[in-house]
């Protein structure tokens, strides 16, 4: 075939087939449309070896041949005609064939395709070498077969299979709305302003629940200035993904992100692009390391794909192959040491405090209390998530849309727990759609469910990206794939095996089953399964452009950027985490009980210690003999700390990843600490005031003065039990978000009860003993024993050594404050440490 001439507007391209055309409005695209339905890389066009094929990168507003629209590559040739972003009036390409073709350049067309033939034979990769053995089962894997080609071009005008849109500026090129074509111009007149917001009075309404409804308000000032200035919004005010603490003055290429949409300033118009779910994904060069003996283990290893818009991709591969690392990545949880991911061409790890509302994950296990009905788990869920001004009939609103949309509207009332596995699955998803996300990963979502319900969760899927979102699904199962519309496979290490269509995998691979290739996974483990994948044509049409262009230049803010805004204040969320924590165990009625009949019984085994009828040689006052006093403190103080430990120890652990998707979403971690420590810290004063209640009053005698509240010395004995369940209590956190299983809290826990009955200083003096005073200090029963003793006065019932008694036991008020004081302080002091180890449970990225 000659060369192929391009006619446009008046302007006329020869196109040489030894390289590839880009066209868009990009100006450094080979050829420039500048015409606003054009995306900013619209479409390429190549010469494949035996013909000309002209592709679309998923632009905006399409490509159109014979006035229908088309998604895929076709072919081009001599008298071919396609109109961009219009099918009437859209810039026309005409194409034709050249007049004339030189000697020379018949030479250098031969050449080119001699060496394209070249290239093709050299992709088809060697079969590995074959383990020397005596003999083979019958059913071994054998060896992979060569690349499969892809299959051969159909007639003129029939399209091959789609494939993703790889769309991305050049370096240095900032990002603007991905290639799209803003939905909106708005005009900015000069000294005048135009507020955002969800409300009717704003110039500019945004129907988005993720906006304040005064949200923040653009304005022109007289000398030609621009500014962005956030009106204390919920969710916060962006420009260039980062959040602005009050006003920024724009400059040309900044983009303002408010909710789903983003802005930019061209002359004096005003550019919006809303978000509706027709963005592009990809992944760059991802590789991730992690620390091996004295140097570094690759687990995940140079991956590049793209996502399009609007479709369903599935990610397969043995296990060991980095599927959850490069979900972690994908989602920004861990970040890729190199590489970098783009939403819609905007750096995901640098853009995360604006992107991370826009992304939805589901894993793979349920980020729900399944004490809780559908309904409530999902109120909670959008006052969580939703602005502190969304009203409860806006939230109930949008609860119902997407009960309606899931069919989940007849199991609304019903708890979680009483679902089944499918449906609890879909009940997460219905959590995530809530702030209508774009882009959807699931990990996992037919774990452990039959065929059926299998087939049911990837029909779900199948309908949530033919409804205008992007859903990526990490999964084992292999039955639905045919749903997808494309197919990344994982080899072991971490690296690529293949990625396109489903339905051209297994024969990529050579092999008629799955079971087959995942067994040659584990045969040929050496096997170099990425550099075949690179040495295929489905790499040159699928993944290439991808690894051929350059890092992404990100702009930044001149000034440093606040922290990402919370959708609620402070207050709201600790308010709305208490009345949701509340909800949970009063739902929980064995815990009820548990929680009742635990201290009733710890309080009633103090009293199996008799009391001697006798006072001993102490005064008459004092209300224990000399020789049970003791013991029957330790039984109360062990108690109360088993009792506050139990209540705790497990909480964290168990919401971990319900923990960690909220605190993406924007949930304050202080909060969500803050309200366990009031909700467990009420219910572990009552237990011990229960405690106290059996272990004091079954006896006859108690003492008859205190040091504080000089009447009622009960009193302060009470508090200083109470007071060590709570520290107990905060111990019980520190365990739980140190530990990362649940089995593993237990014995913790009764190692922990253990090593307080040593401390209690009433077993063995411990006082004028160094080093083991010491470590003493550390030990909250210490120091409840000690403000016990001083009501109790226990350097005269069972003092230790006469001479030498212990200051921490001395029957003075201020000795007492001191003992409660340290005792509360080293609870306040475990608080701290919980709040910085939950940090480990966040989004890295978010911690960067």
Same mark, same amino acid.
């Given at each position: 075939?000659?060369?192929?001439?391009?006619?446009?507007?008046?302007q006329t391209?020869?196109?040489?087939q030894?390289?590839s055309y880009?066209?868009?409005?990009?100006?450094?695209?080979?050829?420039?449309?500048?015409d606003a339905r054009?995306s900013?890389?619209?479409?390429?066009?190549?010469?494949?070896?035996?013909?000309?094929?002209?592709?679309?990168?998923?632009?905006?507003?399409?490509?159109?041949?014979?006035?229908?629209?088309?998604?895929?590559?076709?072919?081009?040739g001599?008298?071919?005609?396609?109109?961009?972003?219009?099918?009437?009036?859209g810039?026309?390409?005409?194409f034709?064939?050249?007049?004339?073709?030189?000697q020379?350049?018949?030479?250098?067309?031969?050449?080119?395709?001699?060496?394209y033939?070249?290239?093709?034979?050299?992709a088809?990769?060697r079969?590995?070498?074959?383990p020397?053995q005596?003999?083979?089962?019958?059913?071994?894997?054998?060896?992979?077969?060569?690349?499969?080609q892809?299959?051969?071009?159909?007639?003129?005008g029939?399209?091959?299979p789609r494939?993703?849109a790889?769309?991305?500026?050049?370096a240095?090129?900032p990002?603007?709305?991905g290639?799209?074509?803003?939905t909106?111009?708005?005009?900015?007149?000069l000294?005048?302003?135009?507020?955002?917001g969800?409300?009717l009075?704003?110039?500019?309404?945004v129907?988005d629940?993720q906006?304040?409804?005064?949200?923040?308000?653009?304005r022109?000032?007289?000398?030609?200035?621009?500014?962005?200035?956030?009106l204390?919004?919920?969710n916060?005010?962006?420009?260039n993904?980062?959040?602005?603490?009050r006003?920024?003055?724009?400059?040309?290429?900044?983009?303002?992100?408010?909710?789903?949409?983003?802005?930019?300033?061209?002359?004096?118009?005003l550019?919006?692009f809303v978000?509706?779910?027709e963005?592009?994904?990809?992944?760059?060069?991802l590789t991730?390391?992690?620390p091996?003996?004295k140097?570094?283990?690759?687990?995940?290893?140079?991956?590049?794909?793209?996502?399009?818009?609007k479709?369903?991709v599935?990610v397969?591969?043995?296990?060991?192959?980095?599927?959850?690392?490069l979900?972690?990545?994908?989602?920004?949880?861990?970040?890729a040491?190199?590489?970098?991911?783009l939403?819609?061409n905007?750096?995901l790890?640098?853009?995360f405090a604006?992107?991370?509302q826009r992304?939805g994950?589901?894993?793979q296990?349920?980020?729900l209390?399944?004490?809780?009905?559908?309904?409530t788990?999902?109120?909670?869920?959008?006052?969580?998530r939703?602005?502190?001004d969304?009203?409860a009939?806006?939230?109930?609103?949008?609860i119902n849309?997407?009960?309606?949309?899931l069919k989940?509207?007849i199991?609304?009332?019903?708890?979680?727990?009483?679902?089944?596995?499918g449906?609890?699955?879909?009940?997460?998803?219905?959590?995530?759609?809530?702030?209508?996300?774009?882009?959807?990963f699931?990990?996992?979502?037919?774990s452990?469910?039959?065929?059926?319900?299998?087939?049911?969760?990837?029909?779900?899927?199948?309908?949530?990206?033919?409804?205008?979102?992007?859903?990526?699904?990490?999964?084992?199962? /292999?039955?639905?794939? !045919?749903l997808?519309d494309?197919?990344?496979?994982?080899a *072991?290490?971490g +690296?690529?095996?293949?990625? $396109? @269509?489903?339905?051209?995998?297994?024969n990529f691979f050579?092999?008629e089953t799955?079971?087959d290739v995942?067994s040659?996974?584990?045969?040929?483990?050496?096997?170099?399964?990425?550099?075949?994948w690179?040495?295929?044509?489905?790499?040159q049409?699928?993944a290439?452009d991808l690894?051929?262009?350059?890092?992404?230049?990100?702009?930044?803010i001149?000034?440093?950027?606040s922290?990402?805004?919370k959708?609620?204040?402070?207050?709201s969320q600790?308010?709305?985490?208490?009345?949701r924590?509340l909800?949970?165990?009063?739902?929980?009625r064995?815990?009820?009980?548990l929680? /009742?009949i635990?201290? !009733?019984?710890?309080?009633?085994?103090?009293?199996?210690? *008799?009391?001697? +009828?006798?006072?001993g040689? $102490? @005064?008459?006052?004092?209300a224990?003999?000399?020789?049970?006093?003791?013991s029957?403190?330790?039984i109360?103080?062990?108690g109360?700390c088993?009792?506050?430990?139990?209540?705790?120890?497990?909480e964290l652990i168990?919401e971990?990843?319900?923990?960690?998707?909220e605190?993406?979403t924007?949930?304050?971690?202080?909060?969500?600490?803050?309200?366990?420590?009031?909700?467990l810290?009420?219910?572990?004063?009552?237990?011990?005031?229960?405690?106290s209640?059996?272990g004091f009053g079954?006896r006859?005698?108690l003492?008859?003065?205190?040091?504080?509240v000089?009447?009622?010395? /009960?009193?302060e004995?009470?508090?200083a039990?109470a007071?060590?369940?709570f520290?107990?209590?905060?111990f019980?956190?520190?365990?739980?978000?140190?530990v990362k299983?649940?089995e593993?809290?237990?014995?913790?826990?009764?190692?922990?009860?253990?090593?307080?009955?040593v401390f209690?200083?009433?077993?063995?003096?411990?006082?004028?003993?160094?080093?083991?005073e010491?470590v003493?200090?550390?030990?909250?029963?210490?120091?409840?024993?000690?403000?016990?003793?001083?009501?109790?006065q226990?350097?005269?019932l069972m003092?230790?050594?006469?001479?030498?008694?212990?200051q921490l036991?001395?029957?003075?008020?201020?000795q007492?404050?001191?003992?409660?004081?340290?005792?509360?302080g080293?609870?306040?002091?475990?608080? /701290?440490?919980?709040?910085?180890?939950?940090?480990?449970?966040?989004?890295?990225?978010?911690r960067?």
């Open positions: 075939m000659p060369e192929l001439v391009l006619e446009s507007n008046g391209w020869t196109l040489d030894s390289r880009s066209l868009g409005r990009d100006p450094q695209s080979d050829v420039v449309l500048d054009v900013w890389r619209h479409a390429t066009i190549r010469w494949s070896g035996t013909t000309w094929l002209f592709e679309d990168l998923g632009s905006t507003n399409g490509t159109f041949v014979q006035g229908q629209r088309t998604t895929h590559q076709f072919q081009l001599p008298g071919s005609a396609v109109n961009l972003g219009n099918a009437t009036d810039p026309r390409l005409n034709s064939a050249a007049r004339q073709v030189p020379a350049q018949q030479v250098r067309q031969q050449a080119s395709a001699d060496l033939a070249a290239e093709t034979s050299l088809q990769p079969q590995p070498a074959r020397a005596a003999a083979r089962p019958a059913q071994a894997a054998q060896p992979p077969a060569a690349a499969a892809p299959p051969a071009q159909p007639a003129w029939a399209p091959p494939v993703p790889q769309q991305g500026p050049g240095g090129t990002p603007v709305y290639d799209r074509s803003p909106t111009l708005h005009q900015l007149a000294g005048r302003f135009m507020r955002i969800r409300a009075d704003n110039e500019l309404v129907s629940l906006v304040s409804r005064h949200h923040a308000e653009f022109a000032h007289p000398d030609g200035r621009y500014e962005i200035v956030d204390g919004s919920h916060g005010t962006y420009v993904g980062q959040p602005i603490q006003g920024h003055l724009l400059g040309p290429n900044d983009i303002v992100g408010v909710g789903h949409s983003t802005f930019r300033l061209v002359g004096s118009q550019e919006e978000d509706t779910g963005v592009s994904f990809s992944a760059r060069r991730v390391r992690v091996a003996g140097g570094t283990k690759t687990i995940l290893d140079d991956v590049s794909f793209g996502v399009p818009e479709s369903l599935a397969i591969g043995p296990s060991g192959s980095g599927k959850s690392t979900l972690r990545a994908l989602t920004g949880y861990r970040p040491d190199d590489g970098e991911v939403y819609d905007r750096n790890y640098k853009q604006e992107l991370r992304i994950l589901v894993p296990d349920d980020i209390h399944k004490e809780l009905s559908v309904r788990a999902l109120r909670y869920a959008a006052k969580l939703f602005p502190g969304t009203k009939a806006e939230r109930e609103s949008r849309e997407v009960l309606g949309e989940l509207d199991h609304a009332d019903k708890r979680i727990t009483s679902l089944s596995g449906q609890r699955k879909r009940v997460s998803v219905a959590l995530e759609l809530l702030t209508k996300p774009s882009l959807i699931l990990d996992e979502p037919t452990g469910l039959d065929p059926g319900m299998d087939r049911d969760v990837m029909k779900l899927l199948r309908g949530l990206a033919d409804d205008g979102r992007t859903v990526l699904v990490v999964t084992h199962s /292999v039955a639905e794939l !045919a997808c494309k197919l990344l496979v994982m *072991p290490g +690296s690529v095996a293949y990625f $396109g @269509p489903p339905d051209e995998a297994l050579g092999y799955w079971a995942f040659a996974f584990e045969s040929y483990r050496d096997y170099d399964w990425a550099g075949r690179k040495g295929s044509q489905h790499y049409i699928y290439a690894d051929a262009v350059a890092p992404q230049a990100v702009p930044v001149p000034h440093e950027a922290r990402p805004p959708p609620q204040g402070w207050g600790l308010l709305t985490l208490i009345r924590y909800s949970v165990i009063a739902s929980d064995g815990f009820i009980g929680m /009742v635990l201290p !009733a019984v710890l309080g009633f085994v103090s009293t199996v210690i *008799p009391a001697d +009828s006798g006072l040689p $102490g @005064p008459a006052k004092l224990f003999a000399n020789q049970d006093v003791g029957i403190l330790l109360l103080a062990v109360a088993f009792s506050g430990t139990a209540n705790s120890v497990r168990k971990r990843v319900i923990y960690e998707r605190r993406a924007g949930l304050s971690r202080s909060a969500y600490l803050m309200s366990k420590i009031i909700v810290g009420v219910i572990t004063f009552v237990q011990g005031v229960i405690i209640a059996i079954l006859d005698k003492p008859t003065e205190g040091v504080i000089k009447d009622l010395p /009960v009193v004995m009470t508090l039990v007071g060590l369940g520290t107990s209590m905060m019980g956190l520190v365990i739980s978000a140190l299983t649940a593993k809290t237990m014995p913790l826990l009764v190692m922990f009860a253990i090593v307080q009955v209690t200083g009433v077993l063995f003096q411990l006082y004028a003993k160094p080093g083991i010491q003493a200090w550390l030990m909250p029963a210490r120091w409840a024993v000690a403000a016990l003793g001083t009501t109790a226990l350097n005269v003092p230790w050594d006469p001479k030498n008694l212990d036991w001395d029957h003075t008020a201020a007492w404050a001191i003992d409660m004081g340290v005792l509360i080293i609870g306040a002091l475990c608080g /701290v440490v919980v709040l910085r180890l939950l940090r480990r449970h966040e989004p890295e990225v978010m960067k």
